[in-house]
């Protein structure tokens, strides 16, 4: 997802389902700023007539092109102290159930199929070294994990999980 205003001018003109032009652009840019922001005030801001907003918030919708509107919390705040990594080696023919599994969990955020030395990267929180050490023990020793690496953030340098469109090829708008 974009988090900026400046990644709007990184969009892609078009996509597998999708094609954006300046108006569409503008409520992107009008919902990045304030995604709270009515209809109405949506309309004034972009310049166009509030029902044009309301078909272009359906289509962006409808085509996954807006995917949600959420609150972002702080993870400190709501009880999460540490952040870690995890590479997992999992046995032939387990990856999908053992995935499944993992991503029950509710300190997992993001469960990844990868290439190279492991089969699958795992994002967590966790509340402290004891919950560290229990998600360890139980969530990273499911049968059909074989090996697990675990890494702990020291310090967050940057932390966007939302993806940002490729920038488009042509520099379009």
Known sequence: MIRS????????????DM??????????RALLEDSRASQRELSRIVGVAQGTITNRLKKLESQNIIQGYSVVLDPESVGWSMTIMAGLRIAKGKMINVQQKIAADPRVFSVYDVTGDWDSMVLARVRDR????????????LEGVTRSFTHVVLNTV??????????DKNNEE
């Open 130 to 141: 004891a919950d560290l050490d229990d998600l360890t023990k139980t969530v990273f020793t």
């Open 5 to 16: 205003v400046e990644d709007i001018e990184e969009l892609p003109n078009s996509g597998a």
């Open 19 to 28: 094609t954006l032009d300046s108006t569409d652009r503008a409520i992107l």
């Open 158 to 167: 940057k932390e966007d999980g939302f993806a940002k469109p490729a920038p």
